[in-house]
């Protein structure tokens, strides 16, 4: 079928051309009043996604486990840090709900990062060295 000239993205409006640009301002004002007050609410987010330490490029971590209990996951982590391992928990929504995963690093090598899995290997844990 052909369609009309007014009917294609190409043709300007033919009517009301002062109303197009008006409603253009409109929405760009509104645009950035959205704007400004986006940042401000944009760092409370990305604090409760992780509880992580900030990582240098190029760091290393151990994934030790994941898991539902989160009382389970603190109770890991305490006897990962009462062995002397930098450890921490960050809450994750999984595909099955709410996760709470337990690391340890951040590694500034994957060597030291292998050196600290053997320890945990020997306390019972497994885990796998990841990169940031």
Do not use: C, H, W
Not at 98 to 104: F, I, L, P
């Amino acid at each position: 079928s052909v369609l009309s000239p007014r009917l294609t993205p190409e043709a300007p409006p033919t009517k009301g051309a002062k109303g197009v640009k008006g409603a253009e301002k409109t929405v760009d004002k509104v645009a950035e009043k959205a704007a400004e007050k986006a940042p401000a609410k944009a760092p409370e987010k990305a604090v409760e996604k992780t509880a992580a330490p900030k990582a240098a490029a190029g760091s290393f971590f151990i994934q030790v486990m994941a898991l539902a209990d989160a009382d389970k996951a603190k109770d890991t982590q305490k006897r990962m840090a009462d062995a002397g391992v930098r450890a921490y928990t960050e809450v994750v929504t999984a595909a099955n709900g709410k996760v709470t995963r337990v690391r340890a690093g951040p590694f500034a090598s994957r060597e030291e990062a292998q050196k600290v899995q053997e320890k945990l290997q020997g306390m019972g844990l497994e885990g796998k060295v990841a990169a940031f």
